[in-house]
């Protein structure tokens, strides 16, 4: 794409995607406050969730007002203003500009804003800490002590684990009450991932109950052993172990267990990497693409992904989440702000590729893409700035500062990246002719870390299908994927050489 004029340039960057379709109402978001909780309304129109200015006024005592003759909404809050433009995905702080997922849209008569908002620009002026935490469906006011708990759980013969990732870390007792073990956590909420599948015999449940994780154990369970394992300054983790009696039969239909196995230590975290975030690709409402036997992308995606996360913790010892641990719709914007949130220090999103030719086979790579147009904007945006509607009237300049660029001051790690993963899929898989690429991809435009996106293979291809559905060649993609990462951060920086695509797929 080429524009005529930088100024072309900077709107089409900056104007936010047309909101269309019904709004419905969302699962509301859930306020945590000293004051207890209560829910935030919210709706979305197509992609966007959105939620009332109105409502912003009543739960945060914001004061909301319209300036039609600016085109533009104020929002103040004890002598500081915010300023969204009615025309632009775009709020004006002192004079500092932030971006915004869609401009403010008008629904039954009310004026109504991202839900992003509330994290990029309300805590920016609010006198207490404010954070969102979209995927868990929490905003969090004030010094709460919401740690985020992702747990864990496999098994290896007469033994089964339990592993809790904490972050921060929080003071805890680990304790047995009859048929549970509970995890207690000196904390006001937990923001808690659960593991999908849980073992019949080990482990029959895992659930929260307020600020505890309970862990109801099965019937081979006779005793088990807790221990905190250092897993970087930001992130603690608790390692449960739970173990049979010696001398227990196979129950039905189940084989015989193996010998007790000893626990030993999770390795220690690598220096200078402590989350990773696997974005296993598509989900839920969105199969992807699909092969002639069958096999769906959003399938193999997430069954590779587990592998992937398995042999990072065992290789790095780092934190490792998935965007998604089960079949669910997951936006794009959300994954990125996924791996934000939990300051991940790589982000890796898997794929499957489909094409016209079933010829085309081989994995490849990309790293997001900034051609010449992005590149004019980008300029635009720091040497000139933009024009924002003035309370009362008329515009003033402002620097830019784009959410939407926040992969732009990473891609010379995300190429590293992808160096070293098409490095080590090449000695494991077959790989396409064009093995290394750039593209603007959505899911890695926001992504703060170093960002990059693989496809695995070509389910049109019917040989590769068979491939890609099979456990074995499943775990070689994740282990050369998993050396891959381990070499980008053991390795000194350097420059590869990459080839550039004509656009996204």
């Known amino acids: 794409m080429r524009f005529a004029s930088r100024a072309a340039a900077l709107t089409v960057v900056l104007l936010a995607a047309t909101l269309s379709g019904k709004a419905a109402p969302a699962t509301p978001l859930r306020l945590v406050s000293a004051d207890g909780t209560r829910p935030i309304p919210t709706v979305v129109v197509g992609d966007t969730e ?3 200015v109105d409502d912003l006024a009543a739960i945060f005592g914001v004061l909301v007002r319209e300036d039609a003759l600016a085109r533009a909404i104020t929002v103040a ?50 006198d207490v800490p404010l954070e969102l935490r979209k995927a868990s469906r929490l905003v969090i006011r004030g010094r709460m002590r919401v740690p985020r708990v992702v747990v864990r759980h496999e098994v290896a013969g007469n033994q089964a684990r339990v592993t809790l990732d904490v972050a921060p870390p929080t003071p805890h007792q680990v304790s047995q009450d009859g048929s549970r073990l509970l995890v207690r956590f000196d904390a006001d909420l937990l923001d808690a991932t659960l593991p999908g599948a849980q073992s019949q015999w080990f482990v029959q449940n895992i659930s929260v109950e307020q600020t505890t994780v309970v862990v109801d154990v099965g019937p081979r369970f006779a005793s088990f052993r807790a221990s905190d394992v250092s897993a970087g300054a930001d992130t603690s983790r608790i390692v449960v172990d739970l173990f049979a009696a010696a001398d227990q039969t196979a129950m039905p239909g189940v084989p015989a267990p193996a010998p007790a196995l000893e626990a030993t230590p999770l390795p220690l975290p690598t220096p200078g990497v402590r989350t990773i975030v696997i974005d296993p690709g598509h989900g839920g409402d969105e199969d992807g693409a699909k092969g002639a036997r069958g096999t769906l992308e959003k399938t193999l995606t997430l069954s590779v992904a587990r592998r992937l996360k398995s042999g990072l913790e065992a290789r790095l010892g780092a934190r490792v989440l998935l965007t998604r641990e089960d079949d669910r719709t997951l936006p794009l914007d959300e994954r990125a702000a996924f791996a934000n949130n939990n300051k991940a220090d790589v982000f890796v999103s898997l794929h499957a590729n489909a ?26 945006a720091e040497s000139e700035g933009v024009a924002m509607p003035v309370f009362g009237g008329g515009t003033r300049e402002i620097d830019v500062i784009l959410w939407e660029m926040a992969q732009t001051r990473h ?39 170093p960002a990059v996106l693989v496809e695995l293979g070509y389910l049109t291809n019917a040989e590769q299908e068979s491939a890609l559905a099979a456990g074995p060649f499943q775990t070689r993609l994740a282990r050369a994927i998993t050396e891959a990462v381990a070499r980008f951060f053991a390795a000194p ?10 656009g996204p797929q």
């Open 411 to 449: 891609l010379a790690q995300s190429a590293e990246l992808a160096t070293a993963i098409e490095g080590q899929l090449r000695t494991s898989v077959p790989m396409s002719p064009r093995p290394i690429q750039q593209a603007p991809f959505r899911v890695l435009v926001g992504a703060n870390m």
């Open 50 to 52: 959105l939620v009332s």
């Open 77 to 126: 809050y004890k002598g500081r203003t915010i300023v969204v433009s009615q025309d632009q995905a775009l709020a004006s702080i002192a004079g500092r500009l932030v971006s915004l997922p869609a401009a403010p849209a008008r629904i039954g008569g009310r004026w109504h804003l991202p839900v992003e908002f509330i994290g990029r620009a309300l805590s920016v002026i609010y």
């Open 355 to 380: 094409s016209l030719r079933h010829t085309a086979t081989g994995a490849e790579v990309f790293y997001l893409s900034l051609d010449r147009a992005d590149e004019q904007a980008r300029l635009v």
């Open 493 to 502: 920086p350097a420059t590869p050489a990459v080839a550039t695509s004509g």
